[in-house]
């Protein structure tokens, strides 16, 4: 049996400790080298080409719990790190200082070994917590970087727990009037999620100003199986050039800023693939826009194309 493993950046120094542990019971291991940025992220290509009889991707929880995918056996092993034992009592130092009775709780991929135990600390002490399956999760109460569902449900306030803004961020895809905090699992500290999420929104914004008179654009598509959208891309396509714009649709696994720049072509990006490619606007020296404020920018577009 051959077997292709892949990790994501942060785990890539543990491959050598697994691949032994394949190898000695007699299985072929192939190490995937690629980048690997989530559950999405599954290098069934590469699979394919080395004719791999299965894919066991580490350090997630399943995308759409797909079990085969194009074909291929897909195995998820998570990897979970313990955050503090104290993440209930300082979400109970929230709730009891604003009054909530009903609360919505989520956290990420690695924290989900702890979250039924949270729920039950905070619901012994008679507060309601309430939580939902996302759109592309695996658990209920697991939030993505690009899915925030979860916590979607009818609550006084929403606590995601979570050590980077990213996953945070998730809820500007969301229209939510209510109280949200970011809760760090490793240092405690309780922060007013809602702001940050608006102070975001707003630098969104901004950005959308500087990509307002751009001629150009570039429609990344990426063939990652969980963030493939050439349907959407093709659309956008038409949509841009019915609005007097240029548009070409630029299809990588991985994209790649030095690559893009060197066509020397675009004004614009639009990323159709995981949000997170925009957190790195800074490499790609462009105005690069997202799912979160696609639809914004295309409004401006057709209000200042309906005042011509
Ligand atoms: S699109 Fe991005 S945030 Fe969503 S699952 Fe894939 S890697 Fe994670």
Known sequence: MRVLLQFPEGLKQEALKYAKIYEEKGI???????????????????????????LIHFGH??????????????????YYLDARADVP???????????????????????MHQFKEWVKSIESEGIEVVYKKGNFTFEAGQILGCDAEAVNVESDAVFIVADGLFHLTALSLIDM????????PYNGEIKNGKEIIEQTKTMRKRSLTSAFYGKTFAILVSTKPGQ????????LKERLERLGKKAHILVANTFNPESLTNF?????????ACPRLS??????????????????FLKMLEENQNRE
């Open 279 to 296: 957190e790195d606007k800074e490499l790609f020296n462009k105005p690069i826009i997202s799912e979160p404020e696609l639809s914004l």
């Open 177 to 184: 009037d209510r109280d949200i905090y970011w809760v760090h």
């Open 228 to 235: 493939y959208r050439l349907e959407w891309a093709r659309k």
């Open 28 to 54: 072929e291991i192939i190490i995937s080298a690629s980048p690997s940025f989530g559950a999405c992220d599954l290098a069934i290509d590469e699979a394919k080409r080395v004719n791999a009889d299965k």
């Open 89 to 111: 009592a300082k979400i109970m130092g929230k709730v009891k200082e604003r009054g909530y009775k009903k609360i919505s709780l989520g956290t990420t991929a690695q924290h």
């Open 264 to 272: 020397n072509a675009f004004d614009i990006y639009i990323n159709t």
């Open 61 to 78: 929880l399943p995308f759409l719990k797909q079990p085969v995918v194009e074909g291929i056996e897909v195995e998820y092993i998570p």
